[in-house]
């Protein structure tokens, strides 16, 4: 089979940035958060809700509309998209993982794990969360508990040693009740920003 | 040629985890930092001095017994740096970078910068600087500075719109002098620890 053949049976709008299986085998109890009614990634507690991979068709399913209420996304091209999707999958360590609303086809929740190959630790791999946003018209529905839960389990799954993320000062008691935690005298997170090419 | 001839080729010790080159390419003169004397990647000081990527040859250099002053690295075998070299070079955004003491085939300081690619920023890239050890007996040598600085223009060099790090409260002066910030309300690192497998 030549390359451009297989090429374009990979690129499907139904292929997953990572095998989905994985989502369906993490144990909620091994979180301390606390769920009321309580939910998982397998069972997200509607049965029109689903937690999974990111898929090449969520270009279409309003993946970047969301992500934009995060911050700036810019104008990206479907073309973008896909060679984005398709860099990470070939680097492999990129777990971008979202709700989708399925009677409406809309993706209404997202995050990322990326996982950084380390030397230390005996060639550990450190996890990071990144990402983070859910659509606030689902209020209620403990999502934005759901995909990071989801996400951070889905760490320890892969065999992170630890997991990491920077956040704002009102998000640290939600990370806390996450299993998160500002280690004394070592959680300073610092930026140096580069200006845009002129 | 056949796939295991290539592979045997790739494989010298004098292998680079990433081209070298760009290393002489960097304006220290963008950085904030203050150096005196003035020195560089390329120009590090002394002449038995050498700032360069990670090469295999670097296992037996002592690149792990200077990891080890950091942290924990565990007994890694040959065999095991061998893989995650070339798993870390085959991923892609991975920039191990060493200062080599030529007289005494010693790594005497090390910083990574690793990439992380986005959707968001128009599927923009973003850099983290991590693992920063320098052999404590090279103090007044300013390797500190040089190998943060360096990580930190190589960042800028390869697209980044941000660098990133997570350090002890009595790293932040020094990091500020780098041109790295704590951003108000918005600089915090937290970290979620999973236990060892048993």
Same mark, same amino acid.
């Given at each position: ?32 958060? +606390? @769920?009321?009614?309580?939910? *998982?990634?397998?069972?997200?507690? !509607? $049965?029109?809700? &689903? ?66 190959? +380390? @030397?230390?630790?005996?060639? *550990?791999?450190?996890?990071?969360? !990144? $990402?983070?946003? &859910? ?64």
């Amino acid at each position: 089979m030549g390359l451009e053949k297989r090429h374009s049976n990979e690129e499907t709008s139904s292929e997953y940035l990572y095998p989905p299986d994985i989502l369906q085998t993490l144990d909620f109890s091994r979180s301390p958060a +606390k @769920f009321s009614p309580k939910i *998982s990634a397998a069972n997200p507690g !509607e $049965d029109w809700m &689903v937690v999974r991979p990111l898929q090449r068709a969520d270009f279409d399913k309003g993946f970047l509309q969301l992500l934009s209420q995060l911050t700036s996304t810019g104008n990206i091209t479907r073309k973008q998209f896909d060679e984005r999707f398709t860099q990470m999958k070939s680097s492999g360590g990129y777990y971008v993982t979202v709700i989708e609303d399925k009677r409406i086809s809309k993706i209404i929740g997202a995050a990322t794990l990326t996982i950084e190959q +380390k @030397f230390i630790h005996n060639c *550990s791999v450190r996890g990071r969360l !990144e $990402d983070v946003v &859910v659509n606030d018209t689902y209020r209620g529905k403990q999502l934005g508990k759901l995909i990071v839960v989801t996400v951070s389990l889905l760490a320890q799954a892969v065999g992170c040693y630890k997991m990491s993320l920077d956040c704002k000062d009102h998000l640290i008691k939600f990370y806390n009740t996450l299993g998160y935690k500002c280690e004394p005298g070592n959680s300073n997170a610092m930026n140096m920003r580069f200006e845009e090419p002129s």
